[in-house]
């Protein structure tokens, strides 16, 4: 096919890659199986026509030349899908490139993920995972030693995500609840985009839009009081969003639904990601003994990791051990679909405007040609006496994109990797780390987030206190 003179990317034919996709049935961030396949075909570079062209990019050269010296055309968003539309209406990732995009974005770097800022929440993560090491005690008296990490891990990270974005500690009755909703909710937004349009899934779609319209119903009912309740604590995301002001709408505020959009996009992007990471992360440190006792090393004389510990050049080997996770376990196969401004080439071909642009990051990290041993578990080659030293926003070379790249790069990459080294330090600090009989499953399942298939089960025995 030909656009404006100029090849389009190779790819298969429509009828062929919907039948693929349908077979699968999964969130389009996880077609990476289908896609590698094409791509072995096809190329590193594909396209689709599905009422408007779709592009997959597998190669981390092409993604570099499109998203870090594409000065901005690959960066802004498609058109979202009714689904997304409903529950992310007005939060970032739904926002084209311009000035409402702009806006949203300083405002939740500058008020919820600065150093500053996220500091003030430091007593609040102290809180939660003093919480989650009494509960992974009592279970492992319980259970002959033996505990289960996803559940009790889940239910600390909610807690501190909901009092980073609201201000408030929530009850569990309510904390529960609202986890349970934004899990549907990511669920329901992760699935429909790619066949908007085709006639079974319109069809599909309209049955369950009733129950998705009392869902955001429901939604909107319990954060918006949340939202606009009067705080004594430290400012939260939530207070930025009452205050912001939209300069070219006439200094217009923020609606009520953009508001919840945006909170709702703060735990949605930050949930399932931290959670699936720190799960993967502390299956390496089951499975990797000696790998564990450099990291307690490190961290055993803390009875406390601060955020001074944790940035700048302290605790090296921690840091590379979330770096070796980051780059085995990327939480995601594609980032969410870019949007391309104007017609651009990309690889030799013709990629059109307004077509969408997907890149398929989570190969990058297993790439041959950028890491030696590429398969092997070794976060030695994240240390900085090693000539393998990665920037993780990739803006000379992209070697691994867990978090994207670009002016769509996820936002809260820092806040991330704190987090992960603060809860996986702790966590190393407090037990040792065994495997239960049976061993550990690696196996992934493809859930929103690329998740172990089989929760970590793990044998732990504490160890003696850190000095204070
Ligand atoms: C391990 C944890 C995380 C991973 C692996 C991750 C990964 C990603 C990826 C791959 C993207 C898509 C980038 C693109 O479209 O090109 C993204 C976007 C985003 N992430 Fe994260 N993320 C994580 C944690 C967080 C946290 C803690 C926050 C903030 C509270 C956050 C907020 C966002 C937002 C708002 C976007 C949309 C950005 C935009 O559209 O401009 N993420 N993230």
Redesign the pocket.
């Known amino acids: 096919s030909r656009h404006g003179g100029k090849n389009l990317p190779p790819g298969p034919p429509t009828l062929v890659f919907v039948a693929k996709m349908l077979r699968l049935r999964g969130p389009i961030y996880h077609f990476g199986s289908v896609l590698r396949s094409l791509h072995a075909r096809y190329g590193p570079i594909i396209s689709v026509r599905l009422g408007r062209t779709f592009v997959f990019v597998a190669d981390r050269r092409l993604t570099h030349s499109a998203?870090i010296k594409g000065g901005g055309n690959f960066?802004s968003?498609p058109p979202p899908s009714e689904m997304f539309q409903l529950f992310l209406g007005g939060?970032?990732?739904?926002?084209p490139l311009g000035a409402y995009?702009r806006l949203v974005?300083r405002n939740?770097h500058l008020q919820?993920?600065q150093p500053s800022r996220v500091k003030l929440f430091a007593p609040e993560r102290q809180r939660v995972c003093t919480a989650f090491v009494g509960s992974l005690r009592q279970e492992a008296q319980q259970g002959g030693g033996i505990v289960t990490v996803r559940p009790l891990l889940s239910r600390c990270m909610f807690d501190l995500?909901a009092c980073?974005c609201f201000g408030v500690r929530l009850g569990q009755e309510a904390l529960d609840e609202i986890n349970q909703m934004q899990l549907q909710i990511s669920d329901a937004v992760s699935r429909f985009p790619v066949f908007e349009g085709i006639f079974i899934y319109d069809m599909a779609r309209r049955l369950v839009r009733k129950r998705w319209l009392a869902l955001r119903k429901r939604q909107i009912e319990l954060m918006l009081p949340l939202i606009r309740a009067t705080r004594q604590g430290e400012r939260c995301y939530a207070d930025s969003l009452l205050e912001l002001r939209v300069p070219e709408e006439n200094d217009r505020p923020l609606t009520d639904e953009e508001m919840v959009s945006l909170c709702s996009?703060?735990?949605i992007?930050?949930m399932d990601?931290?959670l699936?990471?720190l799960e993967w992360i502390m299956a390496d440190m089951v499975n990797h003994p000696e790998v564990q006792a450099k990291v307690y090393q490190e961290v055993r004389d803390k009875p406390e990791l601060t955020d001074d510990d944790l940035r700048g050049s302290g605790m090296p080997y921690l840091k590379a051990v979330i770096m070796e996770g980051?780059r085995r376990h990327?939480?995601?196969h594609l980032?969410?679909?870019?949007g391309v401004q104007n017609d651009a080439e990309v690889g030799g071909y013709m990629v059109p405007k307004g077509s969408d642009i997907n890149?398929l990051?989570g190969d990058f990290g297993l790439d041959e040609t950028a890491w030696t041993a590429a398969r092997e578990y070794q976060p030695e080659r994240f240390l900085h006496d090693d000539h393998e030293v990665v920037d993780i926003t990739g803006s000379k070379e992209i070697k691994m994109?867990?978090?994207?790249?670009?002016?769509?790069?996820?936002?809260?990459?820092v806040?991330?990797?704190l987090?992960?080294e603060y809860f996986i330090g702790s966590l190393v600090r407090e037990f040792q780390w065994l495997p239960p009989s049976q061993g550990v499953d690696m196996k992934e399942e493809l859930a929103v987030?690329i998740n172990m298939k089989n929760p970590l089960r793990a044998r732990i025995i504490p160890r003696p206190a850190a000095a204070a």
């Open positions: 998203l960066d968003r939060s970032m990732a739904a926002s995009f974005r939740l919820a993920l995500l980073m996009e703060f735990m992007a930050s990601t931290s699936a990471l980051l990327p939480v995601a980032v969410f679909p870019h890149f990051v994109a867990p978090f994207g790249a670009g002016r769509r790069m996820c936002p809260g990459y806040l991330a990797t987090h992960a987030a």
